[in-house]
């Protein structure tokens, strides 16, 4: 547990805000596309095993930062039963881990042994609703991930340190402010000019017709709206007023002699967004889904995408059971080899 989560961690009662950095040992740029792949699915697969959920990201080449949601603990009563925690073990740690937990349980249940049962249980429980938990296994999944994908075996930790982290006030005026300070990185960093256009971003992963991430930012962006009073604002307007958000924050900034001071966002795309409140032209959707087409490797119909899947076979992991992902956002029937909402 770092510094910062050890100060803070548990002084409110109810859900509280983290903003998490971590950089790559050395700053070495060792997060390319692949990379950044695997590391959003498995910060995907924990964040849903242990209750919290992610707000806003960005992976840089090397480092990144995550805003979580991290929810008190529920009561006893709350907790999820015995099925439930092992489908949440299943989920994250494999088919093999779930039913084990599930047999181990049943097994302590039938002979009685409702305190064994119940410890069993705790050595989960303990670790969800955690952010120190949470960062820490993703960090060391990627890393194991990491070192068993080079040709040449690595070892050794690949993060610089734990990590860092800021407590963020539940409030409207800090999470916008943190949320955009995350997806403007890249556009401060001169790698594109609309973050829309990086999509290792949670604005990016939206704009692309990732739900998960639209539905981080329009919760935010329902806050914004409506002063924090209404949360629960439709995912649409709710992203509208991201949009106004984000682009409010990304003007490029210079001085008197026009040196660039801050890159940011071309002016005239800034005033577009605002001039429309947010709003996005279907034509702007279908754009961004294009992406489809040029990282999809194959698109076509159903049985042509199963196919092709067939004859490349080896090339795919044993888990993988189909090819064809259907294409979000189109109205045709279209399929790809790869879903980039969730490879």
Known sequence: ??????????????????????????????????????????????????????????????????????????PLSELPDDEALA???????????????????????KAGMTAAAEALRERYFSR??????????????????YNRSRSKRRRGTLWEDRF?????????????AMAAYIDLNP??????????DYRWSSYGEAMGGGEKASAGLAWIGGLVAHGGGNRNLAAKEGMEAYRCVLFGWAEERTDGAGKTLKRGADIKQIKEVLAKHGRVPMREYVRRRVR??????????????????????GHFGKKRKDGARRLSGLQEKMYALRDLKAD
Request: proline letters at 2%.
């Open 1 to 74: 547990m770092n510094r910062t989560s050890r100060r803070f961690k548990g002084l409110s009662n109810g859900t509280e805000y983290f903003h998490c950095v971590s950089r790559v040992v050395d700053r070495r740029m060792v997060l390319k596309e692949r990379e950044k792949e695997e590391f959003l699915r498995i910060m995907r697969l924990y964040e849903e095993f242990y209750g919290l959920r992610v707000l806003s990201y960005c992976l840089m080449t090397n480092h990144f930062h995550i805003l979580l949601e991290v929810p008190k603990r529920p």
């Open 87 to 109: 489908a949440r073990v299943s989920a994250a740690l494999g088919v093999t881990s779930g039913r084990g937990v599930r047999e181990e349980l049943l097994r302590l249940r």
């Open 128 to 145: 969800m609703w955690d952010v120190s938990s949470f960062m820490q296994v993703v960090k060391q999944r990627f890393t194991q991930w």
């Open 164 to 176: 860092r982290s800021v407590l963020v006030a539940g409030e409207a005026d800090a999470l916008k």
């Open 187 to 196: 556009v401060r960093a001169g790698m594109v000019k609309d973050p829309a």
């Open 292 to 313: 489809y087409f040029t990282d999809g490797a194959v698109i076509g119909s159903k049985a042509f995408l199963e196919d092709v899947f067939a004859g490349a076979r």
